[in-house]
């Protein structure tokens, strides 16, 4: 067995298999560069450390089933003026998280409220914490089959065990009184362990209408908003405003 064969399959022992992986092309930088052996023993640390931290955050990325990738720095925030920039860098600092805040996002659709939640989700991420979404419509669709579907029991555990849920289109559909309660009891699980980021196009007085239980209600909204930050966004649809069109003049 070669000397290089012998030291990848050390390394390999010993849990560094990124390291292990390119060791050959890490020897051969070493010798190009003349390095110390502090210097190069160095490099195959930090590389394996580096290597480590990017496969963790892709696996948290996966996790997080994002609809898309769109970061804060894309969000126009000039088109949103019910937001300031000092708003939007306190929420980037990700205090609340740590604190358990909610951040509800109020408004009509397309003015931006599924960005802005994954744009913070993302942050989130890069800063190390596990981040899950999912639509309401998709929420209850796993709460109701949790019991027979692997998928919706895996889909719910990550859920459970998320630092940030993100549950986008809340209200968006009434639920009978079994949706209802199902959805009560993950709200009651995330309580005090998970912040929530909650977007809605109606205000919480009006989600009594769609939840059909006044006590369900009054329950979910007491733990909701015991701590929460509510965000009124308005404003013209950026989809509408920005939207595309066969004809060379928009009509």
């Known amino acids: 067995m ?39 023993l160095n490099s195959i640390l930090e590389y394996e450390q580096k290597r480590r931290e990017e496969k963790q955050l892709e696996k948290r990325l996966k996790w997080a089933a994002f609809p898309f990738q769109k970061t804060l720095d894309e969000f126009h925030l000039e088109e949103q003026q019910s ?23 109020l408004g009509p659709p397309g003015i931006g409220k599924t960005h802005l939640s994954v744009g913070l989700g993302l942050e989130a991420i890069n800063q190390g914490y596990k981040v899950m979404f999912i639509t309401m419509g998709e929420l209850v669709h796993a709460l109701k089959t949790e019991e027979i579907s692997r998928k919706a029991q895996t889909k719910m555990k990550r859920i459970r065990t998320a ?32 912040s929530i980021i ?54």
Do not use: C
């Open 2 to 40: 070669s000397q290089l064969k012998k030291a990848e399959e050390l390394l390999k022992t010993l849990h560094l298999s990124e390291a292990a992986h390119s060791l050959s092309q890490l020897v051969k930088q070493a010798e190009t560069s003349e390095s110390t052996y502090l210097s190069f």
């Open 83 to 105: 937001l300031s920039q000092k708003q939007l860098n306190h929420l980037r600092e990700l205090t609340w998280v740590e604190q358990l805040y909610n951040i509800i996002l």
């Open 163 to 194: 630092d940030l849920v993100i549950i986008d289109d809340l209200m968006f559909m009434a639920m009978d009184q079994h949706e209802a309660n199902l959805f009560f009891h993950l709200i009651n699980d995330l309580y005090n362990r998970s």
């Open 198 to 251: 909650l977007t809605s196009n109606k205000a919480p007085k009006e989600w009594g209408e769609l939840l059909g239980d006044p006590a369900i209600t009054t329950a979910i909204l007491d733990r909701i908003i015991h701590r929460a930050e509510v965000l009124h966004l308005n404003g013209d649809s950026y989809r509408m405003k920005h939207r595309a069109t066969i004809f060379t003049e928009k009509v």
